[in-house]
């Protein structure tokens, strides 16, 4: 799930994508890029593996001239991360084009022969954003016109549109002309439309991933962007928008509440921290419901996600809230780190008991969701460590038994804890003394109270059923084999050798 960003404004907008980026940092670990455009209409590069904080030096900063620019932070879901296929992406034409991508189109490969042999496109990396920037840089290509116009753009957009499938949303850069951003006829990903007035009385524009990136950067959130919807704003600041495809239904990601975004945004007009409220309360109906034997002493959250919801559900007990695990504020989140190893040991690293509050009680850990498993067989073991009698555990998301295909990488059914499995199994897998799921009608309930307009979510990783229509069980055996973790360990390696194409230059 990456982050992105991109502004026009009439300002340099270095630190302003910078610091977007920076509060997007929890959708990407991997890598992190910016790209802007200078006054003599030249692109502005820096990207590399690694976090904000350490990809930007003083140096890149100065170097990232201009008053347009996109940014992006990156969590792999196609090809590798080797820092060649870290975004932005550019391509030379029409005029000069940069290109951020959240989400996973699912006939990347397809697209690449079709770019090879009708278009003569190359694409050097394993990356679907390369893809589908090179589509849109085609699609750009096939104006009569010398110059782009708004109607131009959008019919470039609209063939995108056609003949990309998966989860999307972009932003990109064209040089000479401004910004574009569009989101997928599903709306499975998100993005949000900001302005902010500058002290001359003029309009900056910033869309990003999440809405807490134009809190923190002293933009009002405008809108969401439709799904199907295309934005282009010129780069002297005017703004037009256009829908790009005649059928299109709003399906935001549930995962995003779940899990992915930050509680201080909005998607879809829905607050995500209350959401996990309300997820938090209705979970607590069905505990009270179905757990009347149980003697709950006190309620502990995973940190830091949880934290929310757990907080309700001991409200709705009426039971103590405890904070009985300390986070270690230095260590990111475990779910998105590349490779089991790593995130098995991170858990531990991250989080470290307060004894006080498991010695002899009975404790309910309650955690937003469990996908492998790997947080919460380690906090149980904990748990116990410290001397809890009884260990209880609660997820605010139901089982997730399928792979996702539209930008979470959970590529492999067989590496997620609940693939055939009860909740009994699974329980005896986490080796807890019991397991409850929050029921998927529940989940929805609790997002769509936010917003009563939302008809439907992209709930795939619950129940199977992918939004898009066109997931059939040979797609979901090759992106199996392509990205389980070992494929994954296996290709590393390679791939990191060979790509490396842009100059990273002095750090
Ligand atoms: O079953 P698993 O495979 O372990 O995945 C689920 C866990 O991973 C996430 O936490 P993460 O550490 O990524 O982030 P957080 O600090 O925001 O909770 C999520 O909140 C769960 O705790
Ligand atoms: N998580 C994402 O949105 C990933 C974007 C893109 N598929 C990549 O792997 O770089
Ligand atoms: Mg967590």
Excluded at 130 to 148: D, K, P
């Amino acid at each position: 799930m990456c982050g992105i960003v991109g502004i026009v404004a009439n300002s340099p907008v270095n630190q302003t994508i910078y610091d977007a980026l920076t509060v997007l940092q929890h959708r990407g670990q991997d890598a992190a890029g910016i790209m802007t455009i200078d006054d003599q209409q030249r692109f502005r590069l820096r990207k590399a593996n690694g976090l904000v904080r350490d990809v930007f030096g003083t140096l890149h900063m100065h170097r990232l001239q201009g008053h347009i620019g996109l940014g992006h932070v990156r969590y792999p879901t196609a090809g590798s991360s080797s820092s060649a296929e870290a975004q932005p992406f550019y391509a030379n034409s029409p005029f000069g084009v940069s290109l951020a991508h959240n989400g996973n189109l699912t006939n990347a490969d397809e697209l690449k022969e079709m770019l090879y042999q009708t278009a003569r496109r190359h694409i050097n990396t394993t990356s679907d954003s390369e893809v589908l920037l090179n589509v849109l840089a085609h699609e750009m290509c096939v104006s009569r016109q010398w110059n782009l116009t708004p109607d131009d753009i959008f019919s470039a957009v609209k063939a995108t549109v056609k003949q990309v499938r998966g989860g999307y949303a972009a932003v990109a850069l064209i040089i000479g002309h401004g910004l574009i951003a569009f989101r997928d006829p599903h709306g499975i990903r998100p993005l949000v439309l900001g302005s902010r007035v500058d002290e001359s009385g003029k309009t900056d524009y910033m869309v990003a991933s999440e809405s807490v990136a134009l809190d923190v950067c002293g933009f009002t959130l405008e809108r969401d962007i439709e799904p199907g919807e295309a934005i282009y704003i010129t780069d002297d600041g005017q703004l037009f928008s256009q829908q790009c495809v005649e059928k299109f239904s709003h399906n935001p990601c549930i995962f995003e509440f779940v899990y992915f975004a930050r509680p201080d945004s909005f998607i879809d007009k829905v607050s995500v921290y209350q959401a996990r409220v309300r997820m938090g309360r209705k979970l607590g109906q069905k505990i009270r419901r179905e757990w009347e034997d149980k003697d709950i002493d006190v309620i502990i959250p995973i940190p830091e996600t949880s934290c929310d919801i757990a907080l309700e559900i001991a409200a709705e007990l009426k039971i103590p809230y405890r904070q009985g695990f300390v986070k270690n504020r230095y260590i990111g989140r475990t779910f998105i780190m590349p490779g089991q190893k790593t995130r098995k040991k991170s858990v531990r690293q991250k989080l470290n008991a307060i004894g006080a509050e498991f010695k002899g009680k009975n404790v309910l850990l309650v955690d937003d969701s469990i996908v492998r498993g790997t947080t919460s067989q380690q906090i149980i073991e904990m748990a116990r460590d410290s001397g809890a009698n009884k260990v209880y555990f609660a997820s605010a998301a139901p089982e997730i038994r399928y792979p996702n295909v539209y930008g979470i990488d959970m590529p492999s059914a067989e590496e997620l804890i609940a693939h055939e499995r009860t909740v009994k199994g699974i329980c005896d897998a986490i080796e807890a003394d019991g397991l409850i799921f929050q029921d998927l009608s529940d989940l929805i309930e609790a997002v769509r109270e936010g917003n009563p307009e939302l008809k439907g979510f992209e709930t795939s990783v619950f129940d199977g059923c992918y939004i898009t229509n066109d997931i059939d069980s040979g797609y979901l055996q090759m992106l199996n084999d392509m990205r389980n973790d070992d494929a994954k360990a296996d290709r590393a390696a390679e791939l990191a050798s060979n790509l490396e194409m842009h100059n990273e230059g002095h750090p």
